[in-house]
Structures are given as structure tokens and as C-alpha cells.
């Protein structure tokens, strides 16, 4: 027997039934109320691009508690995210462990302020409700498949099989055997 190691990079956008659970309203308030404040900032001030959230902790322009409350359901999404992750990939590998988990709401928004539908774009980037994980799984073989290279395709297929009921969207966005 021998084991493979896969780092994947792994993106989930958690459903919003699940959030509503634990929510009073919708993450999708926060994403749409940063992003009117976030864009009337850029246009005043001109900068030619959206800035991440934590920019915005030291201005006196941005409420403090929107800002909060941002972080606070970023924190549940990632808890949420991280347990339901083990809970489901946890049958099929050996072992599922986890680098990093980053809300990508809190990551440099890929929206610039000329695009056509800019503000729906930041609002959706900025909504608390989806992570980036980088997680490596072990895979347990049997010799005989030693060189054969299918380690790391059949992670990514397992994953996304295994994760895509759970979750309102999931993109494997890169893999590597280890």
C-alpha cells in the first residue's frame, strides 16, 4: 500500500438555506450595502479600482458595525464551510487536512469601476458567503498504481462529486500531487 498527498485549492459558495439557519437576514444585504458605499468612495476619490474590505476598517466613511457584521458571517461561512468539507470528503480519503480558509469576500475584488454591471459584480464579490480552502487529501493505493498519475484527477473528481450537493457552487481551482 502507498499514499498520495493532493493539495487542492477549492472554492464553495455555501447555499443560502444553509445561511438562513443562523442568519436573521440574507449575507447578501452585507455584499450589496459595502459595495454602494465602496463604489460612491471610488468615484469620488477616483482611485480606477475596488479595494479590498479591510481598506475600509480605517475610514470614518464605512460603518464600523457593516464592517462587523461582515466579518462575523465570514467567520460562520468559514466554519460552516470547514466542517461541512470534513464531514463529507472524510469517507473517501485517508485524510483531509486544512492549509487555509479565506473568505473571498475580504480578498482584492477582480471588478474594475468601468465594467458594465460593476456594482452588481462587487456585490456579489463582496457577499460574505463563499471561501477559498486549500486543503491536501491522502489517498490510500495499492502498489500497483504506483505510476500510473491518477492521484490527483481522481481527487478533483472526487471532490467536486462529493461537495457539489452541499454547496451552492464549487470550483476546483488548482491541484497538485505532493
Known amino acids: 500500500m ?13 447555499k443560502d438555506e444553509e445561511l ?5 437576514r440574507s449575507a447578501d444585504i452585507i455584499g450589496q450595502t459595502l459595495a454602494q458605499i465602496v ?15 479591510e481598506f475600509f476598517k480605517s475610514l470614518e466613511d464605512v460603518d ?9 458571517v465570514a467567520w460562520l461561512v468559514s466554519k460552516l464551510a470547514r466542517q461541512t468539507i470534513q464531514k463529507k470528503l472524510r469517507p473517501i480519503f485517508s ?10 469576500a475580504f480578498s482584492l ?14 456585490a456579489r464579490h463582496y457577499t460574505p458567503d ?19 498519475n491518477r492521484a490527483e484527477p481522481y481527487a478533483r473528481k472526487m471532490i467536486f462529486r462529493w461537495l457539489q450537493a452541499e454547496f451552492a457552487s464549487v470550483e ?5 500531487l505532493l
Not at 2 to 14: I, Y
Not at 20 to 24: E, I, K, V
Not at 95 to 104: G, P
Not at 109 to 122: C, S
Open 2 to 14: 502507498r499514499f498520495d498527498k493532493v493539495l487542492l485549492t477549492v472554492n464553495v459558495q455555501l
Open 20 to 24: 438562513q439557519r443562523y442568519l436573521p
Open 39 to 53: 463604489d460612491e468612495y471610488v468615484r469620488q476619490n477616483k482611485t480606477g479600482y475596488y479595494p479590498a474590505i
Open 64 to 72: 464600523a458595525a457593516l464592517i462587523a457584521a461582515a466579518e462575523q
Open 95 to 104: 485524510s483531509v487536512h486544512f492549509r487555509s480558509i479565506q473568505t473571498l
Open 109 to 122: 475584488p477582480r471588478v474594475r469601476p468601468n465594467q458594465p454591471d460593476a456594482i452588481e459584480k462587487l
Open 130 to 148: 463563499s471561501v477559498k480552502t486549500e486543503l491536501i487529501v491522502t489517498l490510500m493505493r495499492r502498489d500497483s498504481e504506483a505510476g500510473d
Open 172 to 176: 476546483v481551482t488548482s491541484s497538485k
